[in-house]
């Protein structure tokens, strides 16, 4: 006869859930989520979107900055003191041409001008 423990429905914590604690464990002990990463302010109005973030230690030269469409990237060059990669998608297209990028005491000022929509119909003259 095998003799089996018996669980109750009570204690039983989900893998799921055991797997969630520890990868936030893991996180916050070996520093994986850097607090500066996650700290960006953002701020909307009718003409654009702005994002603010940290990245004490780098100069403008050390960080590359590329949009596509709604998608905004933000990397640190090679061989910059510390290491960034960041990527946002807004909910609107770009302007590329009328957003701008600041850097002021290790502050990133993005301004993303949102892309007006444009009409591509054609007027066709009746004949």
Do not use: C, Y
């Amino acid at each position: 006869m095998i003799f089996a423990p018996v669980m109750s429905r009570n204690s039983f914590v989900s893998p799921r859930a055991a797997d969630l604690a520890l990868q936030r464990f893991l996180q916050e002990t070996l520093g994986a989520s850097s607090p500066v990463q996650q700290q960006v302010q953002v701020s909307r109005d009718d003409k654009a979107t702005t994002l603010a973030l940290d990245v004490p230690g780098l100069a403008r030269e050390q960080l590359q900055l590329a949009i596509e469409g709604a998608v905004v990237r933000l990397q640190s060059v090679e061989g910059a003191a510390r290491q960034v990669k960041r990527a946002w998608e807004l909910d609107h297209e770009i302007d590329a041409a009328a957003s701008k990028a600041k850097l002021e005491n290790g502050v990133l000022t993005l301004t993303l001008a949102k892309l007006e929509p444009q009409s591509k119909a054609t007027v066709l003259p009746i004949e």
